[in-house]
């Protein structure tokens, strides 16, 4: 079982960048397809981004393209989230997730294993 644990968090002002990581246990992590995905109070778990194994391929939920993007360097077992031009919209709790299959996907029940989140703040 992969475990994730995030980081990097924080509180920024509007236009400004915050960078997250997530740490996976496993070395297994290069054939692991990786999620990105946020959360408010009351909302349901919204997609933000995700990459395959290799990182070649990747998507991203429409209000977050062309700010944000994702990476992942297999040899640290680690993806990032590196989100620019931050608006006070995108203040969320931020998760990764880990899916062990070939295709990404933008559902959150597609993913079996959670990080524990980490709360960003973006004031205006």
């Known amino acids: 079982q992969v475990q994730l644990v995030e980081s990097g968090g924080g509180f920024v002002q509007a236009g400004g960048s915050l960078r997250l990581s997530c740490a996976a246990s496993?070395?297994?992590?290069?054939?692991?397809?990786m999620g990105w995905f946020r959360q408010a109070p009351g909302r349901e778990r919204e997609f933000v981004a995700a990459?395959?194994?290799?990182?070649?391929?990747?998507l991203y939920a429409d209000s977050v393209k062309e700010r944000f993007t994702i990476s992942r360097d297999n040899a640290k077992n680690t993806v990032y989230l590196q989100k620019n031009s931050l608006k006070p919209e995108d203040t969320d709790v931020y998760y990764c997730?880990?899916?062990?299959?070939?295709?990404?996907?933008?559902?959150?029940?597609?993913?079996?294993?959670w990080g524990q989140g980490t709360q960003d703040t973006v004031s205006s």
């Open positions: 496993r070395s297994t992590f290069s054939t692991i397809v």
């Open positions: 997730a880990a899916r062990r299959a070939e295709q990404v996907s933008t559902t959150h029940h597609d993913y079996g294993t």
């Open positions: 990459a395959s194994w290799t990182g070649g391929t990747t």
